[in-house]
């Protein structure tokens, strides 16, 4: 059965550094594409950032760039996304999400909160 577990997230203040991880079983993670999505109040679901299976960064959202790392473990099955100077604008849910590569089918993470506030 495919899981994606994400940890990591919470309340932090402005300024703040959280790194979140998501840990996969269930299908063959190192050859699989991976992002993480953020979703607002509000808003649409959009991507932060994407990797591929040899750990190449692939997109980065602009409004993260030079701020969010995103990297993997493929000998731990585990996907994390280093967030530094966190504002209150990066305040959503937090998606991990795979894409396999036997039939290229999508699973999402159940999604962890990051609130910045003060």
Request: net charge positive; aromatic share 8%.
């Amino acid at each position: 059965q495919v899981q994606l577990v994400e940890s990591g997230g919470g309340l932090v203040q402005p300024g703040g550094s959280v790194r979140l991880s998501c840990v996969a079983s269930g299908f063959t993670f190192s050859t699989s594409v991976m992002s993480w999505y953020r979703q607002a109040p509000g808003k649409e679901r959009d991507v932060v950032a994407s990797i591929d299976p040899s750990g190449s960064v692939t997109n980065v959202a602009v409004l993260v760039k030079g701020r969010f790392t995103i990297s993997r473990d493929n000998a731990k099955n585990t996907l994390y996304l280093q967030m530094n100077d966190l504002k209150p604008e990066d305040t959503a849910v937090y998606y991990c999400k795979a894409v396999r590569a036997l039939r290229g089918h999508s699973y999402w993470g159940q999604g962890t909160q990051v609130t910045v506030s003060s």
